[in-house]
């Protein structure tokens, strides 16, 4: 997936960390900033990721976001908790979106370098619209309904590389 970066991937995001799965496999020389929750996930976190150019953030993504507003990254990496967002949800955007998912997404597109890259698990119903189309069987989208707000994400903005749907989920 990394080759569909259109920079150098120097700083990568990770906004809900776990006991980091997905980081696993973000460049080594690269410098990680984890986000995580749970206390226990993110002490496993820091000890698995020892050596490594690492920033480890034990809190929620809002609050994460509140304190560091201007902070930008090349690669954008996760699997976002599914489902309501939790008490922290009124720190940002007054709690107006509540699915925990969505929230995710949107903000590590703000996040993310002009030519970064963002590879998330996400629900199948987040990344349906009325215009999405299958052609030769490749997934397209004109306008994602997760895209709202012209001024959080335009389709000159942004290209989807691709969407891998498990057998499971249809």
């Known amino acids: 997936v990394l080759h569909h970066c259109q920079r150098p991937v120097e700083c ?3 906004p809900s960390a776990g006991t ?29 990721f020892q050596g ?4 480890l953030h034990n809190e929620s993504l809002e609050r994460y976001l509140r ?3 201007a902070r930008r ?15 922290d949800s009124l720190l940002d955007d007054e709690g107006a979106e509540r699915e925990a998912s969505r929230y995710f997404l949107l903000r590590a597109l703000e ?7 963002l590879a998330m698990i996400l629900p199948a119903a987040g990344l349906t619209s009325e215009r999405a189309t299958a052609h030769d ?7 994602p309904t997760w895209c709202t707000t012209p001024a959080r994400c335009t389709a000159a903005a942004m290209a989807l590389v691709g ?8």
């Open 12 to 14: 990568v995001l990770e």
């Open 20 to 48: 980091g799965v997905m980081a696993q496999d973000a460049p080594s020389e690269a410098h990680l900033t984890m986000v995580e929750l749970d206390p226990y996930s993110a002490r496993v976190s820091r000890h698995l």
């Open 52 to 55: 490594r150019r690492l920033s």
């Open 67 to 69: 304190s560091n507003p």
């Open 73 to 87: 990254f090349d690669l954008v990496i996760g699997n976002p908790p599914f489902g309501p967002r939790g008490e």
């Open 111 to 117: 996040r993310l370098h002009p030519g970064g890259l």
């Open 137 to 143: 069987g490749e997934w397209r989208s004109t306008s």
């Open 163 to 170: 969407v891998l749907v498990m057998p499971w989920s249809r």
